[in-house]
Nanobody, 129 residues
Framework: LQLVESGGGTVQPGGSLTLSCVAS????????LGWFRQAPGKEREGVSC????????YYAPSVQGRFTISRDNAKRTLYLQMNGLTPEDTGRYYC???????????????????????WGQGAQVTVSS
């Protein structure tokens, strides 16, 4: 399984972006999926994660009400709709897949586990006037 993010860019405060994460090499069935971000000088944080079958979602408090995570297993794609962007949302956004963890545990994990998880290379999001 490989993951590739797209949709990043530069946007003014208050603007919107939609990130996509497309999978190849395998399906996303049974995978918990998540979006993470890392700003310069800061640790990577879980932004939003989504389970497979029941679609349970988790959002970090900082993005609750502004971001929407969704998935389309038939298209092998994970999305993150981001509205009301602020400069604090600036960072590199990564998608990840995990067969073991639920969405809350995935988003709140202390550090990535690349030996059991799949990560994309990231997409840069810059919010600036």
């Amino acid at each position: 399984l490989q993951l590739v993010e797209s949709g990043g860019g530069t946007v003014q405060p208050g603007g919107s972006l939609t990130l996509s994460c497309v999978a190849s090499g395998d399906t996303l069935d049974e995978q918990t999926l998540g979006w993470f971000r890392q700003a310069p000088g800061k640790e990577r944080e879980g932004v939003s994660c989504i389970a497979d079958l029941e679609g349970t979602k988790y959002y970090a408090p900082s993005v609750q009400g502004r971001f929407t995570i969704s998935r389309d297993n038939a298209k092998r794609t994970l999305y993150l709709q981001m509205n009301g962007l602020t400069p604090e949302d600036t960072g590199r956004y990564y998608c990840a897949a995990d067969l073991r963890l639920g969405p809350i545990r995935l988003c709140k994990m202390s550090s990535p586990e690349p030996n059991v998880q799949v990560w994309g290379q990231g997409a840069q999001v810059t919010v600036s006037s």
